[in-house]
C-alpha cells in the first residue's frame, strides 16, 4: 500500500521507518544533527512549497531518503489506520 505524503508524493507504507513531528522532535540536538546530516548527503527531498510539519524516514534497497512534508504527522497517522481498517475488511 502506499502513503500520500504531500502534492503529488506518496511512498509505500513498507519503507516507512519513521514518521515524527518536526516541531516536537527539533527540538533534540541529535534529530537536528540527523537531519543536517541527511540534507548534507543528499537525502532529503521537500514535498511541496508549505512549511514542513512532518518529516518521514524511508528506506527502499538500502537507500534512505528523508521526506519533508506539510502534512502532520497526526493526518498520516490517521491515513494509514484508514487504508489498515479497510485492507482488513476487504481480506476477511
Given at each position: 500500500m502506499f502513503l500520500h505524503i504531500g502534492e503529488e508524493m506518496i511512498v509505500f507504507l513498507n519503507d516507512i521507518l519513521a514518521i515524527m513531528d518536526i516541531e516536537k522532535t527539533t527540538t533534540s540536538n541529535n534529530?537536528?544533527?540527523?537531519?543536517?546530516?541527511c540534507e548534507e548527503k543528499g537525502m532529503v527531498v521537500t514535498v511541496g512549497s508549505d512549511i514542513p510539519k512532518t518529516f518521514i524516514v524511508t528506506v527502499n534497497k538500502g537507500k534512505q531518503t528523508v521526506y519533508l512534508s506539510p502534512i502532520s504527522s497526526a493526518t498520516l497517522k490517521k491515513?494509514?489506520?484508514?487504508?489498515?481498517?479497510e485492507n482488513n475488511y476487504v481480506n476477511q
Open positions: 534529530t537536528r544533527e540527523f537531519l543536517k546530516s491515513r494509514i489506520l484508514k487504508m489498515s481498517r
